[in-house]
Nanobody
């Protein structure tokens, strides 16, 4: 069984920074794409940043220049460094991965971590 586990959320003041981490664990799997989505109250889940299957990085326009996605492929981990946080960044942040497990490709989600930006 493969799972994604996030950490690093919390409460931060506007203009502050947070770093999220996500680890994929299990057996007989490989990561094709990995990144972050978020869902604010009463809104749809949206892409934040992702490493595509081609290794490129894609960012939502709302976070470009403020958020940076990075990864450690050897550890199957992905990180999201968030700077200059705004109240509108408040959301539950979900780790996402497209993984091949036992020969089958599928999408996997973490349990989510709350990020609250408020003074």
């Amino acid at each position: 069984q493969v799972q994604l586990v996030e950490s690093g959320g919390g409460l931060v003041q506007p203009g502050g920074s947070l770093r999220l981490s996500c680890a994929a664990s299990g057996s007989d799997f490989s990561v094709n794409a990995m990144g972050w989505y978020r869902q604010a109250p009463a809104k749809q889940r949206e892409l934040v940043a992702v490493f595509t299957s081609h290794g490129t990085r894609n960012y939502a326009d709302a976070v470009k220049g403020r958020f940076t996605i990075s990864r450690d492929e050897a550890k199957n981990m992905v990180y999201l460094q968030m700077k200059s946080l705004k109240p509108e960044d408040t959301a539950v942040y979900y780790c996402y991965a497209d993984m091949t497990v036992g020969g089958w490709a599928d999408e996997y989600w973490g349990q989510g971590t709350q990020v609250t930006v408020s003074s």
